[in-house]
């Protein structure tokens, strides 16, 4: 019988820097060693066929937006060391052609999105909470360059959405386990170092408590 993986969870608000954070932080292991599952393929699909105005005004940054229940069931698949099937998401862009993932179990399992601290069942399989703190204007920033450029967004629309969706749900959902996290990490600038130095020492403690 194999140990259980370790498992750690990251979150963060949009805008925070995880995705560049968990690049990272992966970079540090090999793929035998650590695989990863993200929230953001497991978003309910209700988007196609929306017009621009209704997908403005939908509001994609709250719990029941994602299959909680098969995203707790792969995620737990893994930590049975079975691997997870799972058609990629590819947030409502029609030019893309959605992958087939296929995620093999490994020592180490890494979770991340905006709400596996506020899904009680998935908070309680993480054995390391990392949280990703920011400030909100530089979460702005990020936010907009990301949905101008790679997702084909109007300003107006991305800016409706950080107002109205995405600061009340970081609030609601996410911002009060902020407390209860093992590792809080500021990454306000654009020094890519600075995240690096982190993920390399996160990285070596993990390695000592699960690696050998």
Not at 1 to 11: D, T
Not at 140 to 165: A, F, M
Request: aromatic letters at 10%; charged letters at 30%; glycine letters at 4%.
């Amino acid at each position: 019988m194999k140990n259980k993986p370790y498992v750690i969870g990251i979150a963060g608000g949009s805008g925070s820097g995880k995705t560049f954070f968990l690049n990272c932080f992966l970079a540090h292991f090999s793929r035998e060693e650590v695989c990863l599952i993200s929230q953001d393929d497991y978003y309910i699909p209700v988007a196609e066929g929306m017009t621009a105005e209704e997908n403005k005004l939908y509001n994609f940054d709250l719990p029941a937006t994602i299959d909680e229940a098969a995203f707790i069931a792969d995620a737990q698949k893994l930590l049975n060391y079975e691997t997870v099937y799972k058609k990629e998401y590819t947030f409502n862009n029609p030019t893309a052609v959605p992958k087939m993932l296929e995620i093999k179990p490994a020592p180490v399992v890494i979770i991340e999105g905006l709400f596996i601290l506020h899904f009680e069942a998935m908070a309680k399989m993480l054995d390391l909470k990392i949280f990703i703190d920011t400030e909100e204007e530089v979460a702005l920033h990020r936010r907009l360059k990301r949905d101008l450029l790679e997702r084909g967004y109007s300003e107006e629309d991305v800016r409706y959405k950080w107002v109205n969706h995405v600061l009340p749900s970081y609030k609601e959902f996410l911002l009060p386990y902020k407390p209860v996290c093992h590792k809080i990490v500021l990454n306000n600038t654009q020094i890519a170092e600075d995240i690096i130095r982190v993920t390399k020492e996160i990285s070596e403690e993990v390695r000592e408590k699960v690696l050998g």
